[in-house]
């Protein structure tokens, strides 16, 4: 049997074998509104392997706009010829409503919150399934545990509405070098030693919020 996986951000799409970003797969336009088709026609080659899909998985639903998924909603109704969610098809939403929501420039809460999955028609006809351990980080539960209550806003903050990062997953440094050299020399030990080993470097990396921090770093 045929099963699609795509996924909202590109980065997420190459992790999934065979994946492709939603709106490359389903031919979505950049501009929707709450009327928007597809550009997929009914006897096009797209149409008919979703005609023979059995599982569409989309990753990362949260960060789409709830218009984006309402527009593959309605084009799969027109390509099955059935009235229904979908047009019947199985999809599995995933993605986590803590990390990164729509992006709509210039918006209020309010504004980003209606843009949201959970604000669409579709959202109570979903069966919510939700995960309780966080795997990746279940070696640390002091970890675990502390972005479980950054994620449901328990955690303290301090001015400026600022989170107090805890003092374990702190890296130290003294005043006499750089903070990005005590950090690269954390997460890259031996680096001139281990720079010809792909294992080592592809294990390890540090994340940077602006494109300008990425370049000081490299």
């Known amino acids: 049997m045929i099963a699609l996986a795509t996924a909202t951000s590109g980065v997420a799409a190459a992790i999934l074998p065979g994946g492709r970003t939603a709106h490359s797969r389903f031919d979505i336009p950049?501009?929707?509104?709450?009327?928007?088709?597809?550009?997929?026609?009914?006897?096009?080659?797209?149409?008919?392997?979703?005609?023979?899909?059995?599982?569409?998985?989309?990753?990362?639903?949260?960060?789409?706009?709830?218009?984006?998924?309402?527009?593959?909603?309605?084009?799969?109704?027109?390509?099955?010829?059935?009235?229904?969610?979908?047009?019947?098809?199985?999809?599995?939403?995933?993605?986590?409503?803590?990390?990164?929501?729509?992006?709509?420039?210039?918006?209020?809460?309010?504004?980003?919150?209606?843009?949201?999955?959970v604000k669409s028609y579709l959202w109570p006809l979903m069966e919510k399934i939700h995960f309780t351990t966080n795997m990746r980080a279940r070696a640390d539960p002091n970890f675990s545990d502390f972005l479980l209550r950054v994620g449901n806003g328990d955690e303290q903050t301090v001015k400026d509405n600022l989170l107090r990062l805890p003092?374990?997953?702190?890296?130290?440094?003294?005043?006499?070098?750089?903070?990005?050299?005590?950090?690269?020399?954390e997460i890259f030990p031996s680096l001139h030693q281990n720079s010809k080993s792909a294992q080592f470097i592809t294990e390890r990396a540090i994340l940077a919020s602006r494109n300008e921090f990425v370049d000081q770093l490299n």
Do not use: Y
Request: overall charge positive; proline content about 5%; charged content about 30%.
């Open 30 to 117: 950049l501009q929707i509104n709450d009327t928007t088709m597809t550009k997929m026609s009914k006897q096009s080659g797209a149409a008919k392997l979703i005609r023979q899909a059995k599982l569409i998985i989309w990753d990362d639903a949260p960060m789409a706009k709830r218009q984006t998924i309402e527009t593959v909603d309605r084009s799969f109704r027109d390509i099955m010829d059935v009235n229904v969610p979908f047009g019947g098809k199985v999809m599995v939403f995933g993605g986590d409503f803590r990390q990164v929501l729509p992006v709509v420039p210039k918006s209020t809460r309010a504004e980003t919150v209606n843009a949201s999955l």
């Open 167 to 185: 003092e374990q997953i702190v890296v130290k440094h003294n005043g006499d070098e750089r903070p990005e050299e005590c950090l690269i020399r």
